[in-house]
């Protein structure tokens, strides 16, 4: 099945400094990834929609010098999170829709990073 | 507006009994599909069904249906036979249109409890 990876799983850093999150699909290409943030026992929101090649699309509310997105190639998009504060810690959730695949095809979900602003 | 709800925070299911996961959305695009992820303790999310809007039947993925009401707007998840490891939390979610972007969103998310 389509794997996606995450790294870091979590991280901790001082407030002020910034963190960068990749998203790798390890056996399929992906043309779209998303990435969301997810509060303690809420949903997923969506934070921005990652081409490759091109800007990435945010969401209304997100700061995109804020969440800078990078999606460099098919198979990695990276997400950094500038001059974190507290309030950005949450649990980042990217995920990838496989290049190619018909509408009915499902996004396929990284393991998530736990990002914690001190 | 809101796009896809699920009025149940909480839901309790004795272990082995069928339960019934409530979703309604809500969109003017005759092109959707509509997802239902379960999501553990551990963070990751597991896909488990999609219904495409044009799809006649309901979908089935083993223990896992979804009950389809396309006016009414509903696509209900039911899951039989409960299992202790299906305690986690469920989400429902919703993709407009079969091409630009792929954006899903999601409901709040229903939490289930299985009982032994």
């Known amino acids: 099945g389509a794997v996606v990876s995450q790294h870091p799983s979590w991280v901790i850093c001082k407030s002020g400094t910034s963190v960068k999150i990749e998203c790798r699909s390890l056996?399929?290409?992906?043309?779209?990834m998303f990435w969301y943030r997810q509060f303690p026992k809420q949903s997923l929101m969506l934070m921005a929609t990652?081409?490759?090649?091109?800007?990435?699309?945010?969401e209304q509310g997100v700061e995109k010098d804020k969440f800078l997105i990078n999606h460099a190639s098919l198979t990695l998009s990276t997400l950094t999170v500038t001059s974190a504060h507290p309030e950005d810690s949450s649990f980042y959730i990217c995920?990838?829709?496989?290049?190619?695949?018909?509408?009915?095809?499902?996004?396929?979900f990284g393991p998530g990073t736990r990002l914690t602003v001190l | 507006a809101q796009k896809i709800t699920q009025t149940q925070p909480g839901m309790f299911v004795q272990e082995k009994e069928a339960v019934t996961l409530d979703c309604t959305y809500d969109?003017?695009?005759?092109?959707?599909?509509l997802f239902w992820y379960k999501q553990p303790s551990s963070g990751e999310m597991i896909f488990l069904i999609y219904?495409?809007?044009?799809?006649?039947q309901n979908a089935t993925e083993g223990r896992y249906s979804l009950n389809f009401q396309k006016a009414r707007k509903s696509a209900n998840l039911v899951i039989s036979a409960s299992q202790l490891g299906d305690s986690a939390m469920y989400f429902c979610?919703?993709?407009?249109?079969?091409?630009?972007?792929?954006?899903?969103?999601f409901g709040a998310g229903t939490r289930l409890f299985v009982k032994a």
């Open positions: 995920s990838a829709r496989p290049l190619g695949g018909p509408s009915t095809d499902t996004q396929y």
């Open positions: 056996d399929f290409q992906a043309t779209t």
């Open positions: 990652s081409n490759e090649g091109s800007k990435a699309t945010y």
């Open positions: 969109t003017s695009d005759p092109s959707y599909g």
């Open positions: 219904q495409g809007s044009y799809d006649q």
């Open positions: 979610a919703m993709r407009e249109g079969d091409t630009g972007g792929f954006k899903t969103i």
